[in-house]
């Protein structure tokens, strides 16, 4: 059974700076890694998708991947009190192809 | 365009009763998903359709039928309702199975008594 982990939080970070989400995985096999935020009583958006070994930047977020480790990340710069949301994790592929997702951690942005 | 569509918002059933989620899309997608999410449970998949005429078995579909009814439309019946399918029920779709990027539905909240 495929396993994706994340520190459920919430992780208090203060306005303007760095937010590091971490999420870790467990099928050595997975392809493709997903960050969806989701606001409280509203569906999950996606904002990156990442697919190979290092840094993905779109404009305060930054995905990070590292296979060897099965770990995955999200940093957000310039953290806004509109970036507290719960961030689940998801990853795809190896033995079942299907979609995982974490438990989501919660961020929470500190005016 | 409306994207994903859910009917309805919020439901209350009695334990044994019988209801249909609605779920539709809006965006030509191939492949449609039905998630339920719990408290400290993230989204857990209980059925998905490849492409219309296929549905297959997710992670959590005991409880649970489904059907394609076309290409836009994919709908969740509970037979039966318990208290553990109590949740928030939330319609997927995306361009293929292979195209990972998920589009969601507002979602259902669903509370059986």
């Known amino acids: 059974q495929k396993e994706v982990e994340q520190n459920s939080g919430p992780l208090s970070v203060p306005e303007g700076a760095i937010a590091s989400l971490n999420c870790t995985y467990s099928?050595?096999?997975?392809?493709?890694f997903f960050w969806y935020r989701q606001y409280s009583g509203k569906s999950p958006e996606l904002i990156m998708s990442i697919y190979s070994n290092g840094d993905k930047e779109d404009g305060r977020f930054t995905a990070q991947l590292n296979k060897a480790s099965q770990y995955v990340s999200l940093l957000i710069r310039d953290s806004q009190p509109s970036d507290s949301a719960t961030y689940l994790c998801a990853v795809r592929g190896g033995r079942d192809d299907k979609i995982i997702f974490g438990k989501g951690t919660r961020l929470h942005i500190l005016p | 365009n409306a994207g994903v569509t859910q009917t309805p918002k919020f439901q209350v059933l009695k334990t044994g009763q019988s209801m249909t989620l609605q779920c539709a899309q809006d965006m030509n997608h191939n492949s449609m998903y039905w998630y339920r999410q719990d408290p400290g449970m993230g989204l857990r998949l209980i059925y998905y359709s490849a492409s219309e005429g296929t549905t297959d078995k997710g992670e959590v579909p005991n409880g649970y039928n489904v059907s394609r009814l076309n290409k836009r439309e994919f709908s969740l019946r509970l037979e039966s309702a318990a208290p553990s399918q109590t949740s928030v029920y939330f319609c997927a779709s995306s361009e293929s199975s292979a195209q990972e990027t998920q589009y969601f539905g507002p979602g259902t909240r669903l509370l059986v008594l």
């Open positions: 099928d050595r096999g997975s392809q493709s």
